[in-house]
Every structure is written in C-alpha cells, then in structure tokens.
C-alpha cells in the first residue's frame, strides 16, 4: 500500500462532535469540506486532513495548510463583522492582502485541524487578524493577515 493512502481507522467525525459543514467557493471546495461551528462564542473553522492533501512526506501540504488559514481567518472576518452589523445589512465581502504563515508542526492524516482567530484592527477599509492553526490544542501554524473590504455589491 502507498504510504499516502494510509488514514487511521479511528478517524475523527467532525458532525458527531457538532461540527457543521460550511459553504464555501470553488477553489476551497477542492481540498474541504471545511466545518465550522462556534465555542464560548468564538467562530471556529476546522478541517480534516485527508490522503488528498498529503505531500511526498505523508503529512498536509504547506500550500493546503495557508489555504486552510487564509479561509479560517477570512471567515472569521466575515462572521465577525456580518453578527456586528445584523442581519439586514449587505453580506461582508473581502479579499486578502496580506497572509503570513508560521508552519510550527506536521499536520497528519486523520488529523482534525481548528482554526482559532480574531480580529486585531480595523480601518475603514483594511482588517487585520491572527490566529492559530491547531490539532489537539497544539499549534501547528501561526497566522496573521490583512484583508480589504470591498464595497457592498449594487
């Protein structure tokens, strides 16, 4: 058997731990399905590593890994600012400017990875956030980034 086909028997259920699929776009779509669900009032994002996203190593691909962060700081944004203004205001829309990633730890197949973030500043137009990457309370990268928020489509 391939090394990178291998996934623990064990492997964590996102949904039975109340977890809930999130929406997504296309690109993202490729390595998810992304979970979310909040905890003491934190958004939360987490992601299961899986043989798809496994490099020649057999453990997650950085590339995967600053995707992973870049959405889960990017829906932290858009959770946080959309519960702000309610439910009538026009949907949050942004794009990344900036994304620094600290890679700190292998992620491993079966590994359930939770992105932790918040939001540090905001202009009128620019956002910047950090947060960690983590699998089992340990942080396996650190994140900080800077996003632009576009206006409202008409």
């Given at each position: 058997?391939n090394d990178?086909?291998?996934?623990?028997?064990?492997v964590?259920?996102?949904?039975a731990?109340?977890?809930?699929?999130?929406?997504s776009n296309?690109f993202?779509?490729?390595i998810?399905?992304?979970?979310?669900?909040?905890?003491?009032?934190?958004?939360?994002?987490g992601?299961?590593?899986?043989?798809?996203?496994?490099?020649?190593?057999?453990?997650?691909?950085?590339?995967?890994?600053?995707?992973?962060?870049?959405?889960?700081?990017?829906?932290?944004?858009?959770?946080?600012?959309?519960?702000a203004?309610?439910?009538?205001?026009?949907?949050v829309?942004?794009?990344?400017?900036?994304?620094?990633?600290?890679?700190l730890?292998?992620?491993?197949?079966?590994?359930?990875?939770?992105?932790?973030?918040?939001?540090?500043?905001?202009?009128?137009?620019?956002v910047?956030?950090?947060?960690?990457?983590?699998?089992?309370?340990?942080?396996?990268?650190s994140?900080?980034?800077?996003?632009?928020?576009?206006k409202?489509?008409?």
């Amino acid at each position: 058997m391939n090394d990178l086909n291998q996934v623990s028997e064990a492997v964590f259920d996102p949904a039975a731990a109340g977890w809930t699929k999130r929406r997504s776009n296309p690109f993202s779509e490729m390595i998810g399905p992304f979970w979310q669900k909040y905890e003491d009032g934190q958004f939360l994002l987490g992601l299961l590593c899986t043989p798809n996203m496994l490099n020649n190593a057999g453990v997650m691909h950085g590339g995967c890994l600053a995707t992973f962060g870049d959405q889960a700081i990017g829906s932290t944004l858009f959770e946080t600012l959309s519960r702000a203004q309610g439910p009538d205001a026009p949907p949050v829309r942004s794009v990344t400017v900036q994304l620094n990633v600290q890679f700190l730890a292998a992620v491993r197949p079966s590994d359930f990875v939770i992105g932790r973030c918040l939001i540090t500043r905001q202009t009128r137009t620019l956002v910047f956030l950090h947060g960690l990457a983590e699998v089992d309370g340990e942080a396996v990268a650190s994140l900080q980034a800077v996003f632009k928020l576009m206006k409202p489509q008409a």
